[in-house]
């Protein structure tokens, strides 16, 4: 078995799954055969399978990306770029992923990242996620200053807030609020 395009993933791991495949004719190994036992692992987004004849399968692995840790019922877990929630062990390391706050979370946080990104939002300077169950969001910046969005017009909201990171005035304040349409209130 050869393995290809994990980064995440161990080689050890998927091969860990597919031992019931070793000493199997390559002519009658299905793509199930390897599909179904994979399923269960973390990060796996999906695969494509090669033959190379006369022995040797060809995996090539697409996984899924983690983007934050997610605070559920007192528990953590890494979500990752497909709303996935992986119970979070003691090896991973998730120092370098901002964090996620509040009930219902992780069922709006994706569309909410994917508009930050779509924006230009300088998403590497996001230490936390505030998620409010009306439906808006509050963002706590590395350098500790919250911005405020609305529950509508997000997009508006996140375009106005790319313009203000730029201005240098907008550094000493630690409140930027951007819920009331056209009006910035700032603390």
């Known amino acids: 078995i050869e393995i290809n395009n994990n980064h995440i993933i161990s080689?050890?791991?998927?091969?860990?799954?597919?031992t019931h495949i070793y000493g199997k004719n390559i002519l009658?190994?299905?793509?199930?055969?390897?599909?179904?036992?994979?399923?269960?692992?973390?990060?796996?987004?999906?695969?494509?399978?090669?033959?190379?004849?006369?022995n040797t399968v060809i995996i090539k692995v697409y996984e899924t990306k983690p983007i934050a840790v997610l605070f559920k019922k007192n528990r953590k877990y890494l979500l990752d770029d497909a709303s996935n929630l992986i119970t979070l062990k003691e090896n991973m390391f998730i120092d370098d992923f901002p964090n996620i706050f509040g009930d219902g979370a992780e069922q709006e946080?994706?569309?909410?990242?994917?508009?930050?990104?779509?924006?230009?939002?300088?998403?590497?300077?996001?230490?936390?996620?505030?998620?409010f169950q009306i439906g808006r969001w509050d963002l706590q910046l590395s350098n500790e200053q919250i911005i405020k969005f609305p529950p509508n017009k997000t997009t508006k909201a996140i375009h106005q807030s790319v313009e203000l990171l730029r201005h240098k005035n907008f550094k000493n304040y630690n409140i930027i609020d951007l819920r009331v349409e056209g009006k910035i209130v700032v603390e």
């Open 28 to 54: 009658f190994i299905a793509g199930d055969d390897l599909q179904k036992p994979l399923k269960s692992i973390d990060f796996l987004e999906k695969i494509e399978v090669k033959k190379r004849y006369p």
């Open 11 to 18: 080689k050890k791991e998927i091969i860990k799954k597919l």
């Open 109 to 131: 946080f994706i569309n909410f990242f994917n508009q930050l990104e779509n924006n230009n939002f300088p998403k590497n300077r996001i230490k936390n996620f505030y998620y």
